[in-house]
């Protein structure tokens, strides 16, 4: 088992080695030149030139590369040019609003997903089936940006049951900052109007960003019930007189539950990549939104830094899942990655 | 009179000697219209395949694709003269949204063939020819793959400059990983297939076995993926116009249509409204599409 994580997390030191590469190579083929970006756009020539001097943009790529991973390794990511703050600042501020999104979002994906997946497995081609079916497959094929639009007209503007976009009201003032994530704060500091306020913020944008996650959920958690409860064990309950409801809700669920757990964790990297999208619509202040409007304003170093720090969570993620596959079975310990 | 007898002698002829292919495209399109779903995604794509190819010859105001300006008629609601509304500009939103069909379709086409035309060959090497030269392929995937396409993809066009062009390349830059992966696990499968081992057994140079055993059995799957990925790629083009780092607005592209819609909403919702139903049914349409040519082609990797 040691064996197995060891060599598991030298993969993703490799992976990561390889991220590293990929933003260094992206940000180096701009056409613009980074110097004058970071000069500003009132900066004379000899100021570019200066700054070139100072950030080593002068010096030739590799000597580039190996203090662009220097800085990294000390944590430093450089600055945003919007936002005046530090590229490591803004992602300690901005990050933990993504992560109460995509926590909240996922919460409702699983609460809605595994019970409809488990229904439709138990009632195959019924109407229940199809229905999920139509779900699971819309959840694909819907443009997020879209159906945030017409969530925000129908709930926020027609209906007025939920508001339209940011995390609060627009005079109410933020919990006190314990860890940014504002469900978290505002029940530390026993403020409930403010928990029900947030919450009520992230319940659109959530079910936005669910909807893909969903679909996947329904329909991993449907196949794998269909197999499970076609096996030999499940018969041999039954036959012993097992009740059905125990079968399904306690013993094909527990071995329908493994891939779907692993599906959650993989999809929980994928998420914060969709909060990209969710994030421009809802004026929600996280890491994708923060990384749009860096984009717009070709402000390179936060879009590396939210590359980075999307793509280290991607492979945390897909660790955590390996190993707890491994944990739970033993043959996939030996096998190759 | 000779003539067609003779004519009929021969079609009866290449009947008899097709009869095994004859057979199972009847299998095939039986199996396909089995299914409503595939078949409600294959009316999708056509006719997304038709407005691409006639869109612009039968639109009521062509004038409107490019960005004329008729300022009296500008933000009407849907009506007879204007079925789905008119925007900021006066602009027919009905001529805008099918002649954007067009636009989407070479999109996804350039995104998803690019894809594939890099990662094909990469998956056969990394599959068939396996060593050390597969695990650089696959490293380098994983690597790809270990951040999701669209924030990659926002990274690429921030280095290049937003536009439509320099989305297609960013995407089709992202999207490749995906064949690689599909492209290897198949070779792998197939390489220690008994036929292939009997070629290999006889003397079948390296290339034969290549393209007469291994491509032809790699093309279901890749097919499928890339029916699929057509209606993704088309999906993922108009997010980034949506962001507001693909098509700049005049041009008729679904995403920076509704780019620009979402300041009109909530008062003049079918600006936005029209364009997102289009992706929708065209990415739903293309998913149903390939999800029955699995069950046609690839029965036995169909899953749920």
Known sequence: MMRFLLTRLGLTALMLAGLVAITFVISNVAPADPAALAAGPDA??????????????????PVQ????????????????????????????????????????????AVLLGVPLGMLAAVRRNSWLDHVTRVV????????????????QLLFAVQLGWLPTSGRLEVGTPPPPAITNMYLVDSLLAGQLGTFWEALGHAVLPAIVLAFPCLASIIRVNRAEMIEVLGSDYV??????????????????????????????????????????????????????????????????????????????????????????????????????? | MTTTAASAGRLARLRLEHAGAIRQARLFVWTFGRSPSAMVGLVLV??????????????????????????????????????????????????????????????????????????????????????????????????????????????IVAALGAGVLNGVIALALV?????????????????????????????????????????????????????MDMGLAILAAASLGFIGLGARPPAPEWGAMISVARTYMPTWWWYAF??????????????????GLRDVLDPRANRS
């Open chain 1, 44 to 61: 004379t020539r000899d100021m570019v030139e200066t700054v070139r001097k100072e950030y080593g943009l002068d010096r030739p790529l």
């Open chain 1, 65 to 108: 590369f190996v203090r662009y991973v220097g800085d990294l390794a000390a944590g430093n990511l450089g600055r945003s040019v919007a936002t005046g703050h530090t590229v490591g600042e803004d992602l300690a501020r901005f990050f933990p609003a993504t992560f109460e999104l995509v926590t909240v979002s996922m919460t409702l």
């Open chain 1, 136 to 151: 699971a497959v819309s959840g694909i094929a819907l443009p997020a940006f879209w159906a945030g639009l017409l969530l």
């Open chain 1, 235 to 337: 018969l041999a309950a039954r036959a012993h007189g097992v009740s059905r409801a125990r079968v399904v809700g306690v013993l094909a669920l527990r071995n329908a539950m493994l891939p779907t757990l692993a599906l959650i964790g993989l999809r929980y990297g994928w998420m914060l990549g969709g909060t990209v999208l969710v994030e421009t619509v809802f004026d929600w202040p996280g890491i994708g939104l923060y990384a749009v409007s860096s984009a717009i304003a070709a402000d390179f170093k936060p879009i590396m830094g939210v590359t980075l720090v999307v793509g280290i969570n991607f492979m945390l993620a897909n660790l955590v899942v390996d190993a707890a596959y491994a944990r739970l079975d033993p043959r996939l310990r030996t096998a190759a990655p």
């Open chain 2, 46 to 155: 056509a006719l997304f395949l038709a407005l691409a190819a006639v869109g612009p010859a039968i639109v009521p105001y062509p004038a409107d694709a490019t960005g004329a300006m008729h300022l009296a008629a500008r933000l009407q609601p849907p009506s007879s003269v204007h079925w789905f509304g008119t925007d900021e500009m006066g602009d027919d939103i009905l001529t805008r949204v099918v002649v954007g069909t067009r636009t989407s379709l070479w999109i996804g086409l350039i995104i998803t063939g690019v894809a594939a035309l890099i990662g094909v060959p990469l998956g056969i090497a990394a599959g068939y020819l396996g060593g050390a030269a597969r695990q650089v392929i696959m490293r380098v995937t994983d690597v790809f793959l270990s951040v999701p396409g669209l924030v990659l993809a926002i990274a």
């Open chain 2, 175 to 227: 999207w490749w990983p995906g064949y690689v992966r599909l492209i290897e696990a198949k070779a792998l499968s197939i390489k220690h297939e008994p036929y292939v081992e009997a070629a290999r057994a006889v003397g079948a140079s390296r290339r034969r076995i290549l393209f007469v055993h291994l491509l032809p059995n790699c093309l279901s799957p890749l097919v499928v993926k890339m029916s």
């Open chain 2, 274 to 291: 029209f364009p997102g139903l289009f992706i929708y049914l065209t990415v739903l349409g293309f998913n149903l599409f390939g999800d």
